[in-house]
């Protein structure tokens, strides 16, 4: 009994902390539509400030006060004021991109304002290792026994405040229907807004008590700290805080069990432990009560106007030809350069942007043409890759083992996709999020698959007499490998599959309803982007040379996500460019202080942030602005003297059909939101009478 004690009682702080952020998630989630994936962040910041002030001799409770009462809110109402107030009514990839950059951005800012210096946790009111009394022979610490206490009575606390009060009343009407609340005369935003600030308090209480139970702080340990609190939601069906509570702590309780029991020194017990809460997760998604949008049960909601269908804007023929001749030049510049002139460092920068392309052509195809969402884009790299490395190892050539590696990639994709298909929006990204994780943490880490820190030594390939081993060759094989695949993905956008995309882009029941097998055709997606990324990842090992569980860590699947949303995620344009750009801020960068190694990804992220108001890209936005400059200057040039016809003429040359949707990704891949004559997407369109 005391050795099933022992195990026992450490858990509960890490359950309690689960709960408490877990909590929070529902809070936000519920009143304001938004998932907060930011949440972990925001717990990481008021752990760090928080230790800086003790260690730089402030009193506790002033630590407290400055951390968890004023810094943590702060940041949420920020948020909600400056970003997620917009996007109530928006698709579920509007609100998840600006999440996800924030969840980059706000660590990589703490870092570079206060340094890379390791932060040693401090305790919020006891002495985190001193035994305080003994149950059954179990001592407990100040830590288990504070974190229990204060996560209970502000549980309830909360709980007490959402049934009896006037807030809770509000809030809780605010949930079910917005809209009436608002002809009972309550401020619907000014009650999200009150939502965001106290479930980003829980945020800062969490990150002060789970601070003692790790080494340092660290913003990746909060990170997956907020996976496990989206599980332990997921248990209470994101609606029930007590069995949430309940839940939570019965986690954070079987976490160490399992590492107490399992055999010490195996895969299974050292990977399993941190990844049970994304098996949890996994199966509460499938298994359980799906993530709704709050909106879906407000009677009122059909007030709502529908998605207003958007046209890419009609050009010129002297624009489109000019543009299509300016992108020739510079794509054929690029390709001499970097065997002519670059050194050979950035001949392999550029090989790289290649070979990361080819991973973003798979997020394009799934996320911008199907509108489905992947957080797990980097476990399909990297079953590629140790697929390519394993066949290579067994003396099948490499260009050959490149091809097996994407069928065996989309063997997985299509094995994914099959779990997900009753889930929708944010719950697909989640399951995902879980199997990257799993993948992480147990699947790449055996010698059979990825061989885990050690990793697998993968060759360059040959093809008969023709050896790809120097970097100029390389480039050419990534090179034609990116053309046939940015092909294929042009052939099936064009084709039946593309439509039926674009119409389960805009409305999965509508799709349903016009005769589309939407089952069929998710996973069809899931498939031919997991093989894609598998090729790319093939690709991304067999330039490396060596590769190992690193390369592929599951960060990498959200960063994915924020870099091609960033630059544009709607065409294939739009992928190709955010792959060179990446490489070449990746290389500028490398030279930084280490304070500043958190740079790049700060820049996808503040960029990833203009996704509210520009959903296509701020590199397909810009590229739309600069057009609709030529288009003036041009029109001015010529005068009054362009006649109907003549518009006619380049209205069917260039128009192409728009798709309706709910989502910014109604518009058409790579068209701005704002152009001279055509309305305004974030205007709000007249109501029906």
Not at 512 to 523: E, K, N, S, Y
Not at 601 to 617: D, P
């Amino acid at each position: 009994m005391s050795l099933f004690l022992s195990y026992l009682l450490p858990g509960i702080p890490y359950g309690c902390a689960y709960a408490l952020m877990a909590v929070g998630l529902v809070l936000t989630y519920r009143a304001s539509g938004v998932f907060n994936l930011a949440f972990g962040a925001q717990a990481y910041v008021s752990a760090v400030v928080f230790s800086i002030a003790l260690h730089d001799g402030w009193p506790g409770w002033a630590a407290f006060v400055v951390a968890v009462l004023l810094a943590s809110p702060a940041i949420g109402l920020a948020m909600e004021r400056l970003l997620f107030r917009y996007t109530r009514t928006a698709g579920p990839l509007v609100k998840l991109v600006p999440a996800l950059g924030l969840l980059i951005a706000i660590p990589a800012v703490t870092q570079m304002v206060i340094g890379t210096a390791t932060r040693l946790p401090s305790s919020l009111v006891l002495e985190p290792w001193k035994v305080y009394f003994h149950l059954a022979s179990t001592p407990v610490s100040g830590e288990e026994l504070s974190t229990t206490v204060i996560t209970v009575a502000v549980v309830a606390a909360f709980a007490l405040v959402l049934r009896s009060s006037g807030l809770g009343l509000r809030m809780r009407a605010v949930v079910e229907s917005p809209r009436m609340a608002e002809l009972s005369g309550v401020r619907s935003d000014r009650t999200s807004a009150t939502a965001w600030v106290l479930s980003s308090l829980l945020a800062g209480l969490a990150g002060v008590l789970l601070a003692p139970l790790y080494s340092t702080v660290s913003a990746s340990n909060f990170t997956a700290l907020l996976v496990a609190a989206i599980a332990a939601a997921a248990i209470g069906s994101f609606t029930s805080l007590p069995i949430t509570l309940i839940g939570a702590i019965g986690l954070g309780i079987a976490q160490q069990l399992l590492a107490g029991y399992l055999p010490s020194g195996t895969i299974l017990s050292s990977g399993l432990r941190p990844a049970f809460p994304f098996v949890v997760l996994a199966v509460a998604l499938v298994a359980g009560r799906t993530l709704r949008q709050p909106e879906a049960g407000d009677p009122l909601a059909s007030c709502d106007p529908p998605a207003v269908a958007f046209r890419a804007p009609t050009r010129l023929t002297e624009v489109t030809v000019g543009s299509r001749a300016f992108t020739a030049l510079v794509v054929g510049m690029l390709v001499a350069t970097t065997l002519v002139l670059v050194p050979g460092n950035w001949e392999f920068v550029f090989t790289l942007g290649i070979v990361l392309s080819i991973v973003f052509l798979s997020i394009t195809l799934l996320t911008g043409m199907g509108g489905q969402i992947s957080l797990g884009q980097a476990a399909f790299v990297g079953a590629g890759a140790f697929t390519a490395g394993q066949l290579a190892m067994h003396s099948v050539p490499v260009l050959g083992a490149i091809v097996l590696a994407g069928v065996l990639a989309a063997a997985l994709g299509a094995v994914v996709a099959l779990p997900a298909l009753r889930l929708g929006g944010i719950a697909v990204g989640l399951l995902t999020l879980s199997f990257a994780l799993l993948a992480t943490n147990v699947l790449f880490l055996y010698p059979w698959s990825g061989n885990g820190a050690t990793g697998l030594t993968v060759p360059r390939p040959a093809l008969g007499p023709i050896s790809f081993a120097g970097n100029g060759a390389f480039f050419w094989l990534a090179l034609v490998f990116l053309v046939v695949l940015a092909g294929v993905v042009k052939l099936v956008q064009w084709g039946t599959t593309g439509q039926e995309l674009a119409a389960l882009r805009g409305s999965e029941r509508g799709s349903a309803a016009v005769g589309i097998d939407v089952r069929r055709l998710r996973v069809v997606a899931f498939t031919l982007s997991a093989a894609i990324a598998g090729i790319g990842g093939a690709l991304y090992a067999s330039l490396q040379q060596s590769i190992s569980v690193n390369d592929f860590n599951y960060e990498f699947s959200l960063i994915y996500v924020v870099v091609v949303a960033a630059v544009g995620v709607y065409s294939v344009a739009g992928a190709i460019e955010a792959g060179i750009l990446y490489a070449v801020l990746m290389q500028l960068t490398s030279t930084l202080p280490s304070r500043y190694s958190s740079l790049l990804a700060l820049v996808f992220a503040l960029a990833a942030l203009t996704y509210v108001r520009h959903s296509e890209g701020v590199v397909a936005y810009a590229k739309a602005w600069v057009l609709d400059r030529a288009e003036q200057l041009t029109r001015h040039l010529q005068g009054p003297g362009l006649s109907l016809a003549g518009e006619a003429h380049i209205q069917d040359r260039t128009d192409r059909p728009a798709v309706a949707s709910g989502d910014a990704s109604a518009e058409h891949p790579g068209s701005p939101t704002e152009h001279p004559g055509s309305p305004d997407v974030h205007a709000v369109p007249r109501s029906h009478s």
